[in-house]
């Protein structure tokens, strides 16, 4: 699962994801997939507002995942992607 958070302060956040686990029942801890927190927006009418989904995918046990956010000179949405391995 993939969410958008703001745990970081100045309204800035970023992707984050969890896997479910098995053994103990519970969501595993959660894991910081972009690679820098950017600017927070839902405003539908700002350029560098965030995408209404993200896009996570599993093969084995690596992850993918694609979402929008607004890091550039132009501080407009872009789609970015990341790759990483489930623990």
Known sequence: MTWYDN??????????????????????????VSDEPFELTTETRASNRLGTTTGPAVDGTTIYATWADPRGADNTSHIRFAKGTLP
């Open 7 to 32: 745990r970081f302060s100045n309204a800035y956040g970023g992707l984050f994801y969890t896997v479910w686990d098995p053994t103990a029942g519970t969501p595993a801890a959660s894991q910081f």
